[in-house]
Protein backbone atom coordinates (compact mmCIF):
# COMPACT_ATOMS: atom_id res chain seq x y z
CA UNK A 1 0.00 0.00 0.00
CA UNK A 2 1.49 3.33 -1.08
CA UNK A 3 -0.14 6.50 -0.74
CA UNK A 4 0.92 10.13 0.07
CA UNK A 5 -0.81 12.82 2.16
CA UNK A 6 0.08 16.47 3.26
CA UNK A 7 0.54 17.49 6.91
CA UNK A 8 1.79 20.77 8.82
CA UNK A 9 4.40 19.94 11.58
CA UNK A 10 4.27 23.50 14.11
CA UNK A 11 7.56 24.92 15.49
CA UNK A 12 6.78 22.65 19.00
CA UNK A 13 6.51 19.31 16.70
CA UNK A 14 3.34 18.54 16.62
CA UNK A 15 2.11 16.85 13.00
CA UNK A 16 -1.41 17.68 11.56
CA UNK A 17 -2.97 15.87 8.66
CA UNK A 18 -5.94 17.62 7.87
CA UNK A 19 -8.74 15.11 6.80
CA UNK A 20 -8.03 14.47 3.10
CA UNK A 21 -8.44 12.28 0.03
CA UNK A 22 -6.01 10.04 -1.22
CA UNK A 23 -5.77 6.71 -3.84
CA UNK A 24 -4.46 3.62 -2.05
CA UNK A 25 -3.62 0.67 -4.40
CA UNK A 26 -4.45 -2.36 -1.83
CA UNK A 27 -3.81 -4.77 -4.58
CA UNK A 28 -7.71 -4.84 -5.75
CA UNK A 29 -6.64 -3.91 -9.42
CA UNK A 30 -7.78 -0.53 -8.89
CA UNK A 31 -7.51 2.50 -6.97
CA UNK A 32 -9.85 3.22 -3.62
CA UNK A 33 -10.38 6.55 -2.37
CA UNK A 34 -10.50 7.11 0.87
CA UNK A 35 -10.00 9.79 3.72
CA UNK A 36 -7.55 10.65 5.36
CA UNK A 37 -6.54 12.53 8.51
CA UNK A 38 -4.53 12.26 12.14
CA UNK A 39 -1.71 13.88 13.90
CA UNK A 40 1.39 12.84 15.27
CA UNK A 41 4.60 14.39 17.16
CA UNK A 42 8.50 14.83 16.54
CA UNK A 43 9.86 14.00 19.46
CA UNK A 44 13.48 14.26 18.51
CA UNK A 45 15.78 14.76 14.92
CA UNK A 46 15.45 11.25 14.26
CA UNK A 47 12.27 10.06 15.72
CA UNK A 48 8.31 10.97 15.24
CA UNK A 49 5.13 9.53 15.43
CA UNK A 50 1.75 9.63 13.39
CA UNK A 51 -1.48 8.04 13.86
CA UNK A 52 -3.85 7.82 10.91
CA UNK A 53 -7.40 7.49 10.60
CA UNK A 54 -8.11 5.93 6.97
CA UNK A 55 -11.91 5.45 5.81
CA UNK A 56 -14.33 4.86 2.82
CA UNK A 57 -16.23 2.21 0.53
CA UNK A 58 -14.66 -0.82 -1.61
CA UNK A 59 -17.22 -1.78 -4.52
CA UNK A 60 -15.97 -5.97 -4.15
CA UNK A 61 -19.18 -6.78 -6.09
CA UNK A 62 -20.52 -4.50 -8.71
CA UNK A 63 -24.35 -3.88 -8.34
CA UNK A 64 -24.01 -5.06 -4.10
CA UNK A 65 -23.74 -2.11 -1.50
CA UNK A 66 -20.35 -1.02 -0.90
CA UNK A 67 -17.94 -2.12 2.11
CA UNK A 68 -16.79 0.11 4.35
CA UNK A 69 -13.38 0.45 5.64
Known amino acids: ?6 ATIDN ?4 LVAEQTA ?3 AG ?4 IPVQ ?8 SENDA ?3 LTFSG ?3 LI ?3 PPTCL
Open 28 to 31: FGFP
Open 62 to 64: PGL
Open 57 to 59: EID
Open 12 to 15: FGNI
Open 1 to 6: MNAQVS
Open 49 to 51: YIN
Open 36 to 43: IAGSGKVE
Open 23 to 25: SID
